[in-house]
């Protein structure tokens, strides 16, 4: 009994099925995150921070957050997020009383924004690896100074934002092996969802593989004949970010093959750099593909005749 | 495949763009000699301009007041100096009149909006994307994404392509290599060697067909959100992709004659989706279902043996053409990937009470696949043969122990989270992963195969239906020492059961701490270290076997190897990142990554495997008017892997082992600079450099068999340069013109692509070219905003 053995599937199937009671219950208890600016002398309204804060207002204005949804959503314009501007506008000198969410802490900035933001992509933020780490929305967006086109980023693509803190994997583009990223094919979040997701590495599906079908379909099988190690994970083998060699393989074939087929006759032998010296004596199984020149199935194959997974 | 058909011939663009200047000019013009009316618009704007809450903006007129921002007309031209496909990659390098960017916008009464977003219109890497709705009420974007994926080009082959899926050579082509086959068989077989294959194809590949290897994917997504900031949200999905084109398959007919050949991709994959959401301010609950279908409309790809005209079988054939035997299929039957289909359901849920959330999901995909099975093989030479005291045709379908694949795995994820805070200051959760695999595949016994549709093998092999569950189970305790420093402390376990692999069980133990830190506004760290410790159950060599074969045979493979996947591993990952900000304008990063796994267990296979990535980036932005960015990273990567050659049986000869050490250095350097060098003028350069430099080395100990090992120092080695520059000067606010170029400079130098040729031992390949390139493009455009 290596494994556990708990049922814990049926307790979590369980809990799952009671969450929207515990949610209903929960809504009596007040709500948990509050305006970050406590003043009590309330609240100034827009146009007063406008006259002073005239290019943020105008940037603001091509946003959602300056158009009638966020209106009808909010109550007091400005200060849904900053909170009460009152001591501010009558101390402006005073930067103690400066609304300034970035003083916050990383978790209460969240709150301000969760205040709206807690469905879709956020669903859940709580308990996700980023918010674990200490960021918060402020860490990827702005809501006044924001250079993307799209989500309000700080930098000037969801990619380049990713890639401020996730260096390897700007490296891992550039190599000869990659998906289309770099050339804005796709994107980080064709795959991840940044804002949480309870799949390791923040992947969008409910397990590699699956994440992968959504553009190799055809890789999705089932076949008639499987290849064990690749219907657990594609990662066996491949490197999604980029790879020097074909196929973004971890490592080229066919020394990735014999990584695990060790086996007698063909699979075992060396194949080394004499048996590409002389061309009139080359190996079949290294130049080229290598064993996919005949194990060309190794994804899974349908035909009767291919238990080999080749031709 | 691919044309250069589709670029702008006529100068209509070139036209519309000098007309579009003239309009700017003469707006800007106007526009100068009213400055007042101008003063009083900036004033209106600044009032229009007060966010949404403050008062009722004044209404749009009806209909839509549309803006562009911008509208790109171009014009390129390129240069390569070879028909490398790296080139063209991903995307259309074509020469001609481009309209690279054009982005619509309108505002109409009732919040409506309209974006419409059109990228390399009418190019091989177009996207146009629209959006129409109330943001928050009702938004419907509709996206088409074409993506070129080029493999290789100029490569060359003897098939015609008659139909779809059929790849034939000419009889008299077969008919004459046979006979030239045969007559050296019959004279003497040693002498059916490479180089007297290589002379009988030589003239038919002097006159064969080029093919370029490539796909188009062209995407298309519909999406409608309902909703979407109310407290209950629907999202209506429907996407599809025709993938057509085609890419390199090995489609062999022995150990002696693998060919490569252009497998024909016809794919339509479809989806739908359907997703409801309830959110509350304190809790959440997400469901949906989604249905999606993938369709192979060339599921058979059936090709000719150039060898044979005729079919003929025996015992040898499989090693064909060669001394041992010049038989084998006349044609080669191949079944490409199948036709499928998955359904998903999924829910989620989530909440908060008090200082406690909780979060779970659920998600259950029903994969399905049953194309109809096709014969053993289309070699009719081998009908009648005499298998168990009867005679049999494994050239009919009838003969089959089933029909059609009748393939199903279904997968159930569910998840849990629960946490706490205690006090300020720390917090603690629990997390629970399941994931089950159940392949409700039928175990269809074969009484036996043709082996490269060559040879009837009588022995019984049977599907296996692979299954696994893993769970995780795990904790996490989080402390905030300050404000902004945390520590982190967490343990997962992770266990796996496989139903038909070498081990059944197996657990880890995953250890790991965080620290993160910005203790002063100049500095700020983040680091992790994570252990993983892998144990294992026993492990059955002769798994794969009595999975497979109706009477097992012996283990074919080492009994002290251990597949990596499966094996005992102790696994070191770490991560360390710092953030300097000197000044407000400078800035310089520098980190490290590791991923550093170790197979002590592991007597053959897979030893070893280190990832080590260092970078540094530094940043210089004084202000708007200038920023300055260089990037550095080097990624470390060693494998270690032992085997032994073996003959029939494993060999337990020491002497026979051979050992492979794999040692990789890529450096990648990326440079960028912008600056309004000018009044009106701003310049953009940037530049990237990668450099891979792999080596394998090889060790046989002298005595066995093999006796001598010689390592590789061409381990994929490439270099890519890439240079990128445009210099933007601004007309007036409506309009700028820019002159851009582009300079790439590709090499590869790869020990299996070395020496390439149409024709080696053993294989007749397409060897298309997707090696060494130097392209540059240059070109201008005008910009426009109105």
């Known amino acids: 009994m290596r494994s556990l053995r708990l049922p814990i599937p049926l307790l979590g199937l369980a809990a799952l099925l009671a969450l929207p009671g515990l949610a209903a219950a929960a809504q009596a208890s007040p709500p948990p995150a509050s305006p970050p600016s406590q003043s009590v002398l309330g609240f100034v309204g827009s146009d007063v921070c406008a006259t002073c804060h005239t290019d943020v207002a105008e940037h603001l204005t091509a946003t959602p957050h300056g158009k009638g949804k966020f209106a009808s959503l909010s109550a007091h314009g400005c200060e849904t997020c900053h909170g009460p501007g009152s001591a501010h506008v009558n101390n402006p000198d005073d930067p103690a009383l400066r609304p300034r969410i970035d003083r916050l802490s990383p978790r209460e900035q969240t709150a301000v924004c969760q205040k709206c933001h807690t469905g879709g992509q956020q669903f859940f933020w709580h308990g996700s690896v980023h918010e674990t780490r200490g960021l918060s929305c402020e860490s990827c967006h702005s809501i006044h100074a924001f250079k993307s086109e799209k989500a309000q980023l700080k930098a000037a693509s969801t990619v380049e934002a990713c890639l401020s803190c996730h260096k390897d994997v700007r490296a891992d583009m550039w190599k000869n092996s990659h998906h289309p990223i770099r050339e804005g094919k796709i994107s980080c979040t064709d795959c991840h969802n940044p804002h949480g997701t309870q799949t390791r590495s923040l992947i969008k599906a409910a397990s590699v593989n699956e994440q992968c079908y959504t553009c190799h379909a055809e890789k999705r099988g089932p076949f008639l004949w499987e290849h064990a190690p690749v219907r657990e994970s594609c990662l066996n083998c491949h490197t999604p970010h980029g790879s020097n060699h074909q196929k973004l393989q971890k490592t080229a074939t066919p020394y990735l093959c014999q990584q695990c087929h060790s086996n007698t006759r063909h699979p075992g032998t060396l194949y080394d750099a004499t048996t590409l010296a002389d061309q009139s004596r080359a190996s079949n199984r290294i130049f080229n593909r290598a064993c996919l020149d005949c194990h060309a199935a190794v994804h899974g194959s349908n035909n009767p005749s291919t238990p080999y997974l080749g031709h | ?786």
């Open chain 2, 1 to 786: 495949m691919r044309t250069k058909s589709n670029q702008f011939r006529k100068p209509f663009v070139l036209m519309a763009g000098l007309l579009l200047l003239a309009w700017a000019n003469a707006l800007a013009a106007q526009e100068t000699t009213q400055p007042q009316d101008n003063a009083q618009a900036t004033q209106t704007m600044e009032k229009e301009t007060a966010p949404a809450a403050t008062e009722a903006k004044a209404e749009p007129a009806k209909g839509f007041t549309f803006h562009v921002d911008p509208l790109v007309l171009g014009v390129i031209r390129t240069h390569v100096d070879t028909n490398s496909s790296k080139w063209e990659e991903y995307r259309d390098m074509s020469n001609g009149f481009v309209i690279p960017y054009l982005h619509l916008t309108g505002e109409g009464s009732g919040d409506r909006e309209l974006d419409f977003n059109a990228k390399n219109v009418r190019r091989e890497d177009a996207r146009y994307t629209l959006f129409y709705g109330v943001p928050g009420s009702y938004e419907l974007t509709l996206d088409y994404n074409k993506i070129p994926h080029r493999f290789g080009n100029d490569g060359h082959m003897l098939w015609t392509r008659t139909g779809p899926g059929r790849l034939e050579i000419a009889d008299p082509i077969q008919a004459a290599l046979q006979g030239a086959i045969a007559a050296q068989f019959a004279t003497n077989p040693a002498g059916i060697t490479y180089a007297f294959l290589n002379r009988l194809l030589s003239p038919y590949l002097a006159t064969a067909q080029a093919i370029n290897l490539g796909l188009e994917r062209n995407r298309f997504l519909a999406q409608l959100d309902l909703g979407r900031m109310g407290p209950l949200s629907w999202g209506l999905e429907y996407d599809h992709e025709k993938r057509t084109g085609n890419r390199a398959y090995g489609g062999s007919f022995g150990f002696s004659n693998a060919t490569e050949l252009p497998e024909p991709i016809d794919y339509d994959t479809t989806g739908a989706q359907i997703a409801g959401e309830w959110n509350t301010a304190t809790g959440g609950l997400s469901f949906g279902y989604r249905y999606s279908k993938f369709e192979n409309n060339i599921s058979t790809l059936i090709w000719d043996n150039p060898f044979r005209v005729t079919g003929a079988t025996d015992p040898s054939a499989y090693t064909a053409p060669g001394a041992g035997s010049i038989g084998g299929s006349n044609v080669g039957l191949a079944d490409l990937n199948p036709s499928n289909r998955a359904d998903l359901l999924f829910l989620k849920g989530r909440t908060r009470f008090g200082s406690w959330f909780a979060n779970a999901s659920g998600a259950y995909d029903m994969m399905k696949q049953d194309d109809p099975l096709l014969p053993y093989t289309l070699n009719s030479s081998i009908r009648g043969i005499n298998f168990n005291g009867t005679t049999f045709d494994p050239t009919t379908t009838a003969n089959l122990p089933a029909h059609s694949a009748d393939r199903k795995i279904n997968t159930t994820a569910l998840n849990a989270d629960l946490g706490t805070r205690f006090g300020q200051s720390l917090d603690l959760t629990f997390r629970y992963r399941y994931y089950d695999l159940a392949n409700k595949g039928k175990r269809i016994e074969f009484p036996g195969y043709v082996r490269f549709d060559a040879v009837w093998e009588g022995i019984g092999r049977v599907s296996v239906p692979y299954a696994y569950t893993r769970q995780n189970a795990g904790a996490e305790l989080g402390w905030d020492l300050a404000r902004a420093t945390r520590l982190g402390f967490s343990f997962e376990r992770e266990s796996w059961n496989r139903k038909f692999r070498e081990i059944k069980d197996s657990d880890e133990n995953i250890w790991k701490v965080t620290f993160d830190t910005r203790p002063v506004p100049w500095f700020a760290l983040r680091s992790s270290y994570q252990y993983g410790d892998r144990s294992i159950g026993p492990y059955n060599v002769a798994a794969g076997a009595e999975a497979s074969f109706v009477d097992p045979e012996d283990p074919t493979n080492l009994p002290a190897l251990r597949k990596f996947d499966e094996a005992a591993r102790k696994q070191h990952l770490y991560t360390i990142q710092g953030q300097f900000f000197p000044s407000d304008t400078w800035s310089l990063f520098l980190g490290a990554v590791g991923n550093n796994q170790k197979f002590d267990e592991s007597a053959f296979g897979l030893q070893k495997d280190d990832n080590n990535t260092y970078n540094a980036e530094l940043s210089y932005a004084p202000g708007d008017n200038f920023n300055f960015f260089l990037f550095g990273s080097r990624q470390d990567r060693k494998v270690d892997q032992a085997a032994r050659q073996s003959g029939a049986t494993p060999s337990t000869n020491p002497l026979d082992n051979w050992f492979a050490n794999i040692d990789e250095t890529t450096d990648t350097w990326g440079a960028g600079l912008t600056s309004n060098f000018a009044k009106r003028w701003t310049l953009d350069l940037s530049a990237n450099y990668s450099k891979s430099d792999g080596k394998v080395g090889l060790f046989s100990p002298p005595g066995g068999s093999p006796d001598v090992a010689v390592g590789f120092s061409n381990y994929d080695n490439v270099k890519l340069f890439s240079i990128l520059g445009r210099v933007d000067y601004k007309i007036n606010q409506y309009a700028k013109a820019g002159v851009f170029g582009r300079w790439e400079d590709y090499k590869i130098d790869s020990f299996i692509l070395q020496g390439l040729s149409n024709y080696l031992p053993g294989a007749l390949l397409l060897d298309p070219n997707y090696g060494d390139y130097r392209g540059s493009l240059v070109g201008v455009d005008l910009t426009f905003t109105f």
